[in-house]
């Protein structure tokens, strides 16, 4: 992937410029803590799942909540557009 565009002096100063460069060298380039891809389906992994078992409404809240950090996530530019009413 091409970040040169990290080092151009026209849009960075230079200690973002040094901030971004330490990001993309630190990131995590492993597998992910929380999601795993099987094919092309992304699940929770590391969380206990009660699948479509809703045994009561608190399950079913709390899965809820879940699948909105999924989203949160993963659209996260998305989700603070609908919530402040920005668009682009």
Avoid: C, P
């Amino acid at each position: 992937m091409d970040l040169s565009w990290i080092d151009n002096s026209h849009i960075f100063s230079d200690k973002v410029s040094k901030q971004l460069r330490y990001i993309e060298n630190n990131r995590n380039l492993g597998d992910n803590h929380y999601f795993g891809k099987g094919g092309r389906k992304i699940y929770f992994r590391n969380e206990k799942s009660y699948g479509s078992k809703f045994t009561s409404r608190a399950t079913g809240l709390l899965e809820l909540f879940r699948y909105w950090n999924y989203a949160e996530y993963f659209f996260l530019i998305n989700m603070k557009q609908i919530r402040t009413g920005m668009t682009f």
